[in-house]
């Protein structure tokens, strides 16, 4: 499992990412309401999770939910689609989501423009949601949480910038720089396979397959015509280049491993 901490990529056609900050303040604030204020009917996490999350066995007009959980009408239970990416049931699962909305975000707000990203967002959380209630009609249990939508950001942003250098952690221990083709593909890869195999745990792994999909299509449909597919540029943290200095002693001369060394007394000083 990867956990991305960091790309460097800086943004090119906007000036700051409000679309992206504006999503991660909205899940950070039902968080908050839900989880921190549980003190009212509003405050309930259960309440919320069967009010404004998803079921497909609702959705599907299988079975109806209680009268003082109908928050959202029969007739407008597809909003459910969107309000269930806002609910998180702990602060992990809210942190483990919102890591990766913060680092690709920006990115593909960029690519796409601030409205097209709204519009981006939106409909892969719709997609997510759509293909798990597709898979499990039947289903009674409600599905909350925004990782269909982080999903498909990090398939439009491995479909940008497949070459780009991303600081994560592996397997929650060990941290690693490596490229968005092997951080992000390895980990749309696991996606699939989970899918294939976990059929009754309880991450939805289909909505992560459906959210992910949906990146594909859509940055490819909704990026601005100047923003390339693959792009090939790579870019690497700074490194710090030492160049000689020619107000140095004559008994002054560089070490070979960035430090100055005295020739007198072998004293290695840093820069």
């Known amino acids: 499992m990867f956990v991305p901490l960091y790309d460097g990529k800086p943004v090119k056609h906007i000036s700051v990412q409000w679309v992206t900050l504006t999503i991660i303040g909205l899940n950070v ?6 989880n921190v204020l549980d003190s009212s009917t509003i405050g309930n996490l259960k309440y919320v999770t069967l009010s404004l999350g998803y079921i497909p066995s609702i959705a599907n007009d299988l ?19 969107l309000t269930s990416a806002f609910i998180h049931a702990d602060l992990m699962h809210l942190a483990g989501n919102m890591i990766f909305v913060w680092v690709f975000g920006d990115n593909v707000e960029d690519a796409l423009g601030h409205i097209k990203f709204a519009l981006f967002y ?24 925004a990782s269909g939508a982080a999903a498909g950001l990090v398939t ?7 070459k780009m250098q ?13 490229p968005a083709y092997i951080a992000l593909g390895g980990w749309a890869a696991y996606q699939v396979i989970m899918f294939a195999i976990d059929t009754d745990g309880q991450v939805s792994w289909a909505s992560h397959v459906g959210g992910g999909l949906a990146g594909i299509l859509l940055v490819v449909l909704l990026k601005r ?13 700074e490194a710090v280049e030492l160049k000689p200095d020619t107000r140095l002693p004559e008994d002054v001369k560089l070490s070979p491993w960035g430090r100055r060394a005295n020739q007198r007394d ?3 000083i840093q820069n």
């Open 29 to 34: 604030f039902v968080y908050l309401m839900v």
């Open 63 to 81: 079975k109806s939910l209680p009268v003082e959980y109908q928050l959202v009408s029969d007739d407008y239970y597809f909003l459910t689609m």
């Open 122 to 145: 939106i409909l892969c959380a719709f997609a997510a949601v759509w293909f798990h209630g597709l898979l499990f009609a039947d289903s009674d249990g409600p599905l909350i949480g």
């Open 156 to 162: 439009a942003y491995l479909m940008l910038h497949p």
């Open 166 to 178: 991303i600081w994560g952690i592996v397997f929650f221990r060990i941290p690693l720089r490596l």
């Open 225 to 237: 015509r100047a923003v390339p597919l693959f792009d090939k540029e790579i870019i690497l943290p």
């Open 266 to 268: 072998n004293t290695n």
